[in-house]
Nanobody, 121 residues
Framework: QVQLVESGGGLVQAGGSLRLSCAAS????????MAWYRQAPGKQRELVAA??????TNYASSVKDRFTIRYSAKNTVDLQMNSLKPEDTAVYYC????????????????WGQGTQVTVSS
């Protein structure tokens, strides 16, 4: 099973920057896309940014032009977050979809454990 390790959350002042990283590891596998979602207290989990295996990206309108998603290494996706706002405060989750395990043929999705991002005003 693919394992995800997230890093990079923390506390930052409004206007500051943070970079989140998510590394996927496991036996031989492929996937369709990696993404970052976030969930603020009392709100539903929402898509922040996604990148396909081909490198095509998609962003929530609220973060476009401030956040950048990219692959920093094989099976590792970073989310560079600039000009952070208090409303960006949430737990951020890494998500990988369309995973195909070459050994078993299983197809599935997986989520990271989440990393807290807090932006103070």
């Amino acid at each position: 099973q693919v394992q995800l390790v997230e890093s990079g959350g923390g506390l930052v002042q409004a206007g500051g920057s943070l970079r989140l990283s998510c590394a996927a590891s496991g036996s031989m596998f492929s996937f369709n896309a990696m993404a970052w979602y976030r969930q603020a207290p009392g709100k539903q989990r929402e898509l922040v940014a996604a990148i396909t295996s081909a490198g095509n990206t998609n962003y929530a309108s609220s973060v476009k032009d401030r956040f950048t998603i990219r692959y920093s290494a094989k099976n590792t996706v970073d989310l560079q977050m600039n000009s952070l706002k208090p409303e960006d405060t949430a737990v951020y989750y890494c998500h990988v979809e369309g995973i195909v395990d070459y050994d078993s043929g299983l197809e599935y999705v997986t989520w990271g454990q989440g990393t807290q991002v807090t932006v103070s005003s």
